[in-house]
Structures are given as C-alpha cells and as structure tokens.
C-alpha cells in the first residue's frame, strides 16, 4: 500500500553533516506518522526521530538531540533527517518507517524503507 525509498546515505568525517531522504509512493504520507530508526552492526534496531503527520510534533531519541532534525513535505511525499555534528557511534544503516502507532515504538510501525548506509570515520 505504501512503498518507501531511502537516499542521502554516505561516508563522513567526524564533525560532518548528512541529510537524508524518504521518498514515498502509494498511499499520500499525511495519514501517517514518519519514523527513522537506524542498526549498527551487532546491535538493535533503535530509534532515531519521528514526525507526527501534520508535521506539528517531533520526537527524538536523546542521542541526536540538538544535532539532527526531521521534516516532511506532505505535497511531495517526502522525509529527511538532517544530520549535523555527526560522530563515528552515528554510523549504521538508517531507515525510514510509516506507522499510525507509537512514534518510538519500532513494531508499531507497518511500512519500512530499505534502507541507506551512514559511515562516520574518525
């Protein structure tokens, strides 16, 4: 029903900046709260940031506060998480997530991008 694609992933030097990109097809995302999780390897998917479907609300996990933000265009389908001051514990593969649920909540979410490499080098 709605198909998302992850962009913007990349290699990054401490102190560097990366926004990423959440293109959306199918059903329009204003229905929708928008999440971005992100793996490590060995770890748990953990979250990162959501926006609620108006874009009127936001959350963060408290590892990117002050250092990443995220935004949508409803017209144009679209999501990004802005990510500045970035550190070597940033890098993972992130993805991006549409739920009706619990924004912090990974198994509420019922849509997931494929995902895109971030590598932050010392």
């Known amino acids: 029903q709605v198909q998302l694609v992850n962009s913007g992933g990349g290699l990054v030097q401490t102190g560097g900046s990366l926004r990423l990109s959440c293109a959306a097809s199918?059903?329009?995302?204003?229905?929708?709260?928008m999440g971005w999780f992100r793996q490590a390897p060995g770890k748990e998917r953990e979250f990162v940031a959501a926006?609620?479907?108006?874009?009127?609300?936001?959350y963060y996990a408290d590892f990117v506060k002050g250092r990443f933000t995220i935004s949508r265009d409803n017209a144009k389908n679209m999501v990004y998480l802005q990510m500045n001051s970035l550190k070597p514990e940033d890098t993972a593969v992130y993805y991006c997530?549409?739920?009706?649920?619990?924004?912090?909540?990974?198994?509420?979410?019922?849509?997931w991008g494929q995902g895109t490499q971030v590598t932050v080098s010392s």
């Open positions: 199918g059903r329009t995302l204003n229905v929708y709260t």
């Open positions: 926006i609620d479907w108006s874009g009127d609300r936001t």
């Open positions: 997530a549409a739920t009706r649920g619990v924004p912090e909540r990974p198994t509420d979410y019922d849509y």
